[in-house]
């Protein structure tokens, strides 16, 4: 994806783009998992649900490794070449920005998320094809970190109009949930959308990307006024702090107070236990 049209300099130095081996590699893995996929359903159609596909019978029988077949399996080529695309135009950039490390890392996530999305929210009954929780991880994350770029030179054979990251994120996520709605049985992969894109959205917020949340915005709000109260003088937190809550006392009981208020009284005592400065 472009970030502008510019051509460089003749003077500037010559830019080489770095290998994008975790990117290849996932791609190439994808590619031989998917190809030994088919081979199986040819000759054994029940074999990769019934022991390669993550569901309730395989973990009530402790099949562990469904956690790991089921990331990187597929309900058909179509789905395969799309997340293939995708991965790849979105992977690029994603690598670039994080490094491959964390890009590895944000795909494992999205992944483990869609598998833990789809067995809180889909019948037992259902297996899941997981491929799709690591992509849906890269776009959402994406999004986040680039809201306002548009992937129109990008993706211009798949969308021939001008669209922003933001609205291709909550494109993603309003499809994984009207279809999780919609198909709820047998062999099925769109239960991966919500929890991998759930998975990227935190990813990148943990990253510090992205608007703040509200959890973010309390812990930020909390850890100021903490800091306020510790450059605080005993006179000055008995004066601003203490004085309203004994006059609250005095009025309603000290049933009244609240834990936070509860928390400023044992505050106090603990600031008139160390000796003056």
Not at 36 to 43: D, E, G, R
Not at 50 to 69: E, H, N, P, V
Not at 180 to 186: H, P, S
Request: hydrophobic share 50%; charged share 20%.
């Amino acid at each position: 994806m472009r970030l502008s049209g510019r051509k460089a300099s003749s003077y500037a130095p010559s830019w080489k783009s770095r290998q994008r081996v975790v990117l290849l590699s996932l791609i190439g893995l994808n590619f031989a998992i998917f190809v030994v996929q088919l081979v199986l359903q040819a000759y054994q159609p029940a074999l990769v649900p019934q022991y390669l596909g993550l569901s309730y019978r395989g973990i009530d029988g402790a099949y562990a490794w469904q956690f790991l077949t089921a990331m990187f399996l597929h309900a058909g080529v179509f789905q395969f070449a799309g997340n293939m695309i995708v991965l790849y135009i979105i992977g690029r950039d994603i690598d670039a920005i994080l490094g491959p490390r964390h890009f590895f890392y944000l795909y494992i996530c999205g992944a483990v998320g869609g598998e833990l999305g789809h067995l809180f929210s889909m019948p037992a009954t259902t297996v899941l094809m997981a491929g799709s929780g690591g992509v849906a991880a890269m776009v959402v994350a994406l999004a986040i970190i680039l809201p306002e770029l548009e992937v129109t030179d990008s993706l211009s054979f798949i969308l021939p109009f001008k669209l922003k990251l933001k609205y291709l994120g909550y494109a993603l996520c309003l499809i994984g949930a009207v279809l999780l709605i919609v198909d709820r049985r047998g062999v099925v992969s769109h239960s991966a959308i919500l929890g991998g894109g759930a998975a990227g959205w935190l990813y990148a917020h943990l990253l510090g990307f992205g608007r703040p949340s509200f959890l973010q915005r309390a812990l930020r709000r909390r850890r100021i006024e903490s800091e306020r109260r510790q450059r605080m003088s005993l006179d000055e937190f008995i004066t601003e702090e203490i004085d309203p809550l004994l006059e609250k006392i005095s009025q309603t009981g000290i049933e009244s107070l609240t834990r936070s208020e509860r928390r400023t009284l044992a505050e106090v005592r603990e600031k008139m236990a160390k000796p003056p400065q």
